[in-house]
């Protein structure tokens, strides 16, 4: 456990740094602005595997989205169509004033939950010290409640017509078109390699605090945008 609090603290700087530089269309702080509704944010693993090879579980990357995390968001206002709190200090579980990290006893159990691992890479100790960290405390939820919601609103995750995003697996395909297969209440994040290729990388599902769909919010944009082109969905292990 040593090796791992050592591991998690050198996360933490990572996110510190990240957390202090955002995109121009981003509007984040502690406890603030109000929550309107929840990000379900699962990531296309094989195309994760493409942008950082040498994660653990990236040898033979399943071909299935995993779930990444739960996010409190806001509804988009001008130019900020990214509105979130984060490293709240309010959070049942933490000291009043003070964003608290998860202890080993924490991640230990997060870590034995087997319906939640079924769903995370498969080394998320550090991913989720940081969902905890960053969104966690902002969810007005005990750290036991907050995960256990990542077993239990993945049932938003879901496709407007599945067939379809299957036979694109493999292949390019307009951009457009994979965004059919999906349902209304969801945005999309790609990733660009250095040729130009796009990639489809995150499917954000917005859902209210019961994980039903929520469908009042239409300009969520959450990192790099996916362009109208031709887009691969890569394959990953069945």
Known sequence: MRL????????????????????????????APPVSFLVYSVTWQPTFCKMKPATAGCEQPPQRFLTHGIWPYSESIGKYTNRHPQFCTRSPACEEGKACAMSEDDIDKALANADLRALVPSDPAGMFAHEWKKHGTCSGQTMEQYFQNFVTFRKAVTFANEAAFKQMIGHETMFSDIRKAFPANTAFRCYKDATGNQYLHEVFY????QGEPYLKEHNLQIGVQCAEQNTWIPRGKL
């Open 4 to 31: 791992l609090t050592a591991s998690l603290l050198l996360f933490s700087f990572a996110w510190i740094n990240t957390a202090m530089a955002l995109d121009p269309n981003e509007q984040a702080d502690a406890d």
């Open 206 to 209: 917005l859902i209210d605090n």
